[in-house]
């Protein structure tokens, strides 16, 4: 992507921060990206950080950008789009990384013809380790999926799916599985304790554990995750007796019916954010 792209985001919070600061780590030039939001104060907080120029009316954001990111939260986002639709006549790339609503939802907002890729990312885009789920409606071209493309790789990396409904199950996957592995770390922390370990000892056991486990999986490309578990299950040893306990509770069972729960809320708040006319 050419530093010529204007990227406008309207939003300035914690996702748009991760994606400003992955882009101007990768050279991006700060003079092309701008920002805009109703709370002064955190707008204030962003130009001091990034030296962006930021807005506080989000339609004169967009007049001015290549790219529209809507980094706003669900509920709100047919506001903002009704606003801005007659400042983007100049069809600029709309990327949306509101969860849950649909393109042809946000197509409609913005008065029809718009060109949109939907993102779903993920909290570790704060530390530049997330993975994003993308799709792009029949109006965005090659140039601007490309874009996309670097503006969400700029925080990690991004898969495109084919169907807009697989993002909502990379919402139950990706997008809320951060939140899974905390849970996991929780209650390892928890149990450790039990066994007698201090609770600070517990806790970083659990995290090393987590993240030496993930980069081992990361890493480990000729090797399927499923032998890795096997290289680390002797017969008749400890972690078989995990493992067996977690499979006599039926954990692939819980973790499916976990995913379902998520993927089906995720679709319920489209169609109910979508059915607002």
Known sequence: MENNTTIGFIGAGNMSYA???????????????????ANTELLSQRSSEFNLEVFTD???LAINCDVVVLAVKPQVLSTVCRDIKNFIKHKPLVLSIAAGVKSIDINRWLGGKASIVRAMPNTPALLGKGVTGIYANAKVSEKQKSIGEEILNSVGSCLWVENEVLLDAVTSLSGSGPAYFFLMIESMT???????LDKKIAQELSIQTALGAGMMASNSENVSIRQLRANVTSPNGTTEAAINSFQDQNFELIVSRAMRAAFERARTIGAELGDDD
């Open 19 to 37: 994606l400003i600061s992955g882009l101007i780590n990768n050279g991006y030039s700060n003079k092309k990206i701008k920002a805009s939001d």
């Open 58 to 60: 989000n339609s004169e």
């Open 190 to 196: 928890k149990a450790g304790a039990a066994l007698g």
